[in-house]
């Protein structure tokens, strides 16, 4: 399975929910919800989209970083991003377990990278 969006094309990717995904859509839900959502949500979901972006990242590791930024960005959640104080963890759930799942691929530079984001939008 390819993922074009993750390797520099501007493309969209289906999920078998059919859920898409793209980066475009990615970070606008970060621009949009980062301070609401947290600075943990933020974290993980920089960290898996960074992890996707390496190139010895194999294609399961970032089929399993797909469904989880797909979640991520679904308007469609188990628990609605707009409901006060709880609306974001799902989102940290499955995040979460993406991350413990491809921790292998998040090295130095995904974390420093993620970090760095994170900071410009929280500090």
Partial sequence: MDIPFLMGAK???QTNDNIEYSDE???LKVKLF???AGREVIDNALCLYYAAK???TPKWAKTV?????AYFISPIDA?????????FSDDLGALAAALAMVS??????VKNQAAEKTAAWFD
């Fill in 65 to 69: 970083i797909l469904g989880a930024l």
């Fill in 54 to 56: 390496r190139p010895d």
């Fill in 11 to 13: 493309m969209t990717q």
């Fill in 104 to 109: 292998m691929y998040v090295d130095d530079n």
């Fill in 34 to 36: 980062a301070k609401k």
């Fill in 79 to 87: 628990i609605p991003d707009l409901t006060p104080i709880m609306g």
């Fill in 25 to 27: 859509s990615f970070w």
